[in-house]
């Protein structure tokens, strides 16, 4: 699904990303780990092409989303429009009742069907994530890429998001999540790297560990 040879990304004289070597399996899901500025959200973006590498090379043939951590949603749109927006841009010839139909299901699987006429200043920051989530989905994506999915959010929201990821990963879709939350990602990911200095210092699978956080802590 994804490979990863040599990647590498200076910001000015700074090594973000120094020879990243991955190789991720379909209908996976990998947690990146580490401390700030260590490379997490660097490697997704370029995942995403958001950046460009100095070095090395991704290939990824299956489509991609990306959940940004501040969920960039279109202050002046509904959470309809804000979902629908996108597809229709890049494929006018669908009939926009179709994106409208997508958007509505969506919202109904994530649980804020009734706040489709919402705009995101009346969301609260779980139901924003929500729409962000059903945004990067109506694209329709084989791997998503999610920054810092919990930021901010008290361990009632986390425990939702874990059950929504989980659902959209029964959906055939793999994830590459970055996050600070430790226990979070033991929970959802088979694989968590730990990314610190541009460097990948541990690749663990956290289900095969009696202590995989303790593992983990060690690298900080």
Same mark, same amino acid.
């Not at 279109?74 to 890049?90: K, Q, R, W």
């Not at 430790?182 to 088979?190: S, Y």
């Given at each position: 699904?994804?490979?990863?040879?040599?990647?590498?990304?200076?910001?000015?004289?700074?090594?973000?990303?120094?020879?990243?070597?991955?190789?991720?399996?379909?209908?996976?899901?990998?947690?990146?780990?580490?401390?700030?500025?260590?490379?997490?959200?660097?490697?997704?973006?370029?995942?995403?092409?958001?950046?460009?590498?100095?070095?090395?090379?991704?290939?990824?043939?299956?489509?991609?989303?990306?959940?940004?951590?501040?969920?960039?949603?279109?202050?002046?749109?509904?959470?309809?429009?804000?979902?629908?927006?996108?597809?229709?841009?890049?494929?006018?010839?669908? !009939?926009?009742? *179709?994106?409208? %139909?997508?958007? &509505?299901? +969506?919202?109904? =699987?994530?649980?804020? #069907?009734?706040?489709?006429?919402?705009?995101?200043?009346?969301?609260?920051?779980?139901?924003?994530?929500?729409?962000?989530?059903?945004?990067?989905?109506?694209?329709?994506?084989?791997?998503?890429?999610?920054?810092?999915?919990?930021?901010?959010?008290?361990?009632?929201?986390?425990?939702?998001?874990?059950?929504?990821?989980?659902?959209?990963?029964?959906?055939?879709?793999?994830?590459?999540?970055?996050?600070?939350?430790?226990?979070?990602?033991?929970?959802?990911? !088979?694989?968590? *790297?730990?990314? %610190?200095?541009? &460097?990948? +210092?541990?690749? =663990?699978?956290?289900? #095969?560990?009696?202590?995989?956080?303790?593992?983990?802590?060690?690298?900080?």
């Amino acid at each position: 699904m994804l490979s990863i040879h040599n990647a590498s990304k200076h910001f000015g004289t700074h090594a973000v990303l120094k020879n990243i070597n991955l190789q991720m399996n379909t209908n996976s899901i990998i947690g990146l780990a580490g401390p700030s500025g260590g490379g997490k959200s660097t490697l997704l973006r370029s995942i995403q092409q958001l950046e460009v590498l100095d070095s090395g090379d991704i290939t990824c043939p299956e489509k991609t989303g990306f959940m940004f951590q501040d969920f960039q949603l279109f202050p002046h749109m509904t959470v309809l429009s804000n979902l629908s927006y996108a597809p229709t841009v890049g494929n006018k010839a669908i !009939d926009p009742m *179709l994106h409208q %139909k997508r958007s &509505l299901d +969506l919202l109904e =699987i994530l649980g804020i #069907k009734e706040k489709a006429d919402y705009f995101p200043h009346q969301l609260s920051g779980g139901q924003k994530q929500r729409v962000a989530l059903a945004r990067c989905l109506m694209m329709q994506p084989k791997l998503l890429l999610c920054d810092e999915p919990t930021s901010g959010l008290d361990i009632s929201s986390i425990r939702d998001v874990i059950g929504l990821l989980n659902n959209i990963h029964a959906m055939g879709v793999s994830m590459i999540i970055a996050s600070h939350d430790l226990n979070f990602l033991t929970e959802l990911a !088979d694989r968590i *790297l730990l990314l %610190k200095d541009g &460097l990948i +210092l541990a690749d =663990i699978e956290p289900k #095969k560990l009696i202590n995989p956080i303790k593992n983990l802590q060690s690298y900080y």
